[in-house]
C-alpha cells in the first residue's frame, strides 16, 4: 500500500460511470458503464454516498471517497445531482478532482439535449478507453466532438488555482483557523467540517489533506459523511469527515468530547482545550508567527487578480516548508543496516536529541503520530532509490544551504509570499539587492562603467541583482544603512560618483566632500579615490591619487577612510528621504 492510498499506475482513467436514482429511500444503480463492472465495494456503496442526506437539491456537485476492502486503496467518487432523486457518478483511482468535475458536467450538459444523448454516452466510452495521460493539456475524440481537458498533476505541490479544493477552503476560513486546523491535523485530532453545501464540505476535507503534503492522513477520512454512517463520528480515534448541517445535532449527541468543529459556513471553529494548551504551546512561537504570516499574505494575494496569477502552489509550499524547518536534517538519524538486508532504518532517538531545545517537544510529539511514521518510511524508500525525490527533498537541501536555519521559514515567506502583497517589502529587498551588488563589486575590485561620460547624461550605471536573493534578516539589518534613493523611488538619485563613494565608506546618507575623479575618456570608465586630506574645494588637477591598497580577501579597498558619523536620532524634518519602520511592515491580525 502507498503512504498517500492512491493507486500508483492505474489501468485507466476511470473504472465506471454510474446512473443513480432514489425512490422512496432505495438507492439504486440504473445504469453502468462498462456492462461488465462488477466490483461490490463500488456498487455497494456508491448508491449511499450519492444520496447521503434524504432530501438532495437538484444542480449540486460534490465528491467522496471509498476505501477498497481488500488493498485498504482509496476509490474516488465524483457525483452530480440531477434531480432530487437521480444522479450520475463517475468513480476513478485518480484523485483528479477539477479534471473529472469538468468531465461530469460536460456529459451532463450533453445528455440533457435529446439529440445528443448518444453523444454522452461516446465521451464516456471514448474516455474509458483513452490510456493514462501525463500531466497537462488533454483531448480524445467521441464521434464528431472533440472533447478538452487538463490532467492535473496530484503527485506534488497544490497549485492554489488550478485546485477548486482550495480556492473552497481559502476563502471560508480566517487565518487563525486555517493555522489551527494545520496544527489539528498534524497532531491527529478528531476533526469534523460542518456546512450545509455538501460540495464544500467535500471540498474543505480534501484540501485540508493536502495542507499535510508531503505527509499523508492516516485515518478515518470521510469527505462527505452519510446519513446511514453518522455513528462514525464517536469513533475514539483520529478522524477528519465532512458533515452536512442537516446532520449536526444528531451527531452532536454521540461525537464526544475532544473534537475539533469547524463551521465553514460561519466561519468558526470549537477547539478542545487540551489542543490550545498541550499541543499547538509545543509549537515555537516564531513558526507560528511566520505561518500566520504566511497564510494572511496568501490571502491578501488571492484577493487582487493580478497577485492572484502569482500564488501558484505557494500555500501548499509554505507548509511543506514549516514541516523542514520543524524536522530539520532527518538523514542524520537514518542508520544503514550492512547486513545480508542493506537497507536503512531510523533512529528516533538520536532524532529527538538532534533537534533544537525549543522544537523537542513538538518532534516528540510527531513521533508519535502515524502519518509522521510513514512519512519517515517513505523518506528512506527515497534514499534508497526506490521512489523518485521530492519537492520535500528539494526543499530541505535549499534549508542547509542556508546559513541562518534560524530565520529561515521566516525568510521564505517574505522572499516568496509578502513581498507581493507588501509593496514595502518588494523596496526593501529591490534595495537590498541592489546594495549588495554595489559591495560585491567594492569588495571585489570591480570598475564600474559611467554612462556619463558616453552619453553626455547624469545616468545610474546598469548593474546586476545577485542570483541568490538576500535573506531577510539581512534585509533589516541593511535597511538602516540604504541610501534614500534605494529606499525611497520619489527621491532622485545622485550621481554616480556621489553614489559609488558613499557606498565604499559606509556614510550613505551623509556627504562630507566629493570622491577624487580620474576619468579615462578613452575607455569611458571611471576610478574613485578619496583622500582624507581633500576637501571639496580642491581643485581637481591638484588633486593625488594615492596608490590603491589590496585587501587580504583579493579586492581593493579605499585607504585613509574616516568612520562614519553616527545617525541622527531624528530626520529632518525639511529632509526629502523617508524613514521607513521595519517594525511595521508586516501586520500579524488575524483578518482573513
Known sequence: ?????????????????????????????????????????????????????SIMQAGKYFGFTITNSLESMFSFGYCYITSPSTAICVVSYLPWHDFFHRFVLMVEKIQNVSQYKRSAHEIVGSLYRSPVPPPGPFSFDAGSMKCKLTVPDHRGLVTLTENRNQTTLLPLLNTRCIYTLYMALMMERRIILVSDSLDRCSAAVYAARDLLYPMYWQHVFIPVLPEALIDYVAAPMPLLIGLHKSLEERARKIWGEELVLVDLDNDEMQVPPSLLNEDMLKIPHSIEESVMEGIKGIKKMYENEESKKKIGNKLSKMFCVTLVAIVGNYRGSCRFDNTKSKTFSFDHDHFLQSRPANLQECVSKLLQCQHFDEFIQERLQIIQGAKPRDAYEDLSVDYYQTGSHKNYLKSWINDEIAKEWNPQIAMIQNGAYAFQGFMSDMNSGTRVSSPKLNSGKDLPAQRTAPTKPMPWHLYKNTLINLPAFLRDSSVPPPTIDDKLFNLMIGNLDHINSNPSINSNKQTGQVEMRRSATLSRQTPVSSRTVPPRPVSHHGGSLPRNLPPPPPPAPHQNANSSHKEVNVGLLISLDDDK
Do not use: A, H, W
Open 1 to 53: 500500500m502507498t503512504v498517500s492510498r492512491v493507486k500508483e499506475k492505474p489501468n485507466r482513467i476511470f473504472e465506471c460511470y454510474l446512473q443513480l436514482e432514489n425512490v422512496n429511500g432505495k438507492k439504486t444503480v440504473t445504469y453502468k458503464y462498462p456492462d461488465n463492472f462488477d466490483n461490490p465495494d463500488i456498487l455497494n456503496n456508491v448508491p449511499v454516498f450519492c444520496f447521503p442526506i
